[in-house]
Every structure is written in C-alpha cells, then in structure tokens.
C-alpha cells in the first residue's frame, strides 16, 4: 500500500521534474497522489506470489491474504477521500 503509493508518485513527480510529461491543465499534485493510493488497490500479483512463497507452510496463506485484501481496501479509501477533497 505505501510502497506503491510512494512508487507511483515518486516516478510522476521525477518525470514531470525531468519535464517528460507535464500534468494536465486543472490537476494538481495532490491529485497525482490520490491516484497512486488507487493504484495500491490491485492485489492480484499479491495474492499468486503469497501462494508461490507459502508452498511449505499453507497456514499462512491465509493471514496473509487477508492482510492484501485490507491493505487494499485501506488504500483505495486513502485514495478516495484524497481525490473527493481535493475535487471540491
């Protein structure tokens, strides 16, 4: 959830520095970080490396899945209410 968050904004804000891309007309910076919050949503290669890692010890399997669906549902409502307030 935050290493993707950082992630994405990171590399945005690098390449708009770099002046490779620029941000739309209307968008702010703050806006860029609500957007990387929804990318921490995606949980799917998370939960196909947990099953490849936990191949001895299935227990775990479990704890850890339900530890990718909240980190992504905490991320998804980090990103909302960044992008309803600032939409304001």
Do not use: C, H, W
């Not at 669906?69 to 409502?77: E, M, P």
């Amino acid at each position: 959830m935050i290493g993707k968050s950082i992630g994405v904004s990171l590399i945005s804000f690098i390449v708009i520095k770099l002046k490779l891309a620029e941000l739309p007309k209307g968008v702010k910076a703050i806006q860029v970080v609500g957007i990387a919050f929804l990318a921490g949503i995606g949980f799917a290669m998370a939960i196909f490396i947990t099953n490849l890692a936990f191949v001895i010890n299935r227990e775990f399997i479990d704890f850890t899945k339900i530890g990718i669906l909240i980190g992504s549902f905490i991320s998804g409502i980090i990103g909302y209410l960044i992008l309803r307030i600032e939409s304001r």
